[in-house]
Nanobody
Framework: QVHLAESGGGLVQAGGSLRLSCEVS?????????MGWYRQAPGNQRDLVAT???????NYADSVKGRFTISRDNAKNTAYLQMNSLKPEDTAVYYC?????????WGQGTQVTVSS
């Protein structure tokens, strides 16, 4: 069993920035895992935002390329999502995900609201 603790959401004006954090309870799992951030707006499905592999290969949704940056700190068992130039359409609940072979777990979600 692995626990994910997310933080960093909030209310920001369009054009502003936020940084989300996701701390994983198991270092042995974190170091082997692909970490991901997903988001879900009301009435919508949960969509991929960004992922980062254990080797630091990153992948982004087209809608956030050039604005968001995913990173990881293996010493802190923490993944980050730096969000810049935020838009109202980025408003959603953001979920952290940890994935290795045979195991996947989600955080509780953190609300990000971008006002126009």
């Amino acid at each position: 069993q692995v626990h994910l603790a997310e933080s960093g959401g909030g209310l920001v004006q369009a054009g502003g920035s936020l940084r989300l954090s996701c701390e994983v309870s198991s270092g042995s799992i974190f170091s082997r895992a692909t970490m991901g951030w997903y988001r879900q707006a009301p009435g919508n499905q949960r969509d991929l935002v960004a992922t980062i592999t254990r080797g630091n290969y990153t992948n982004y949704a087209d809608s956030v390329k050039g604005r968001f940056t995913i990173s990881r700190d293996n010493a802190k068992n923490t993944a980050y999502l730096q969000m810049n130039s935020l838009k109202p359409e980025d408003t959603a609940v953001y979920y952290c995900n940890v994935r290795i072979v045979g195991l996947q777990s989600w955080g509780q979600g953190t609300q990000v609201t971008v006002s126009s």
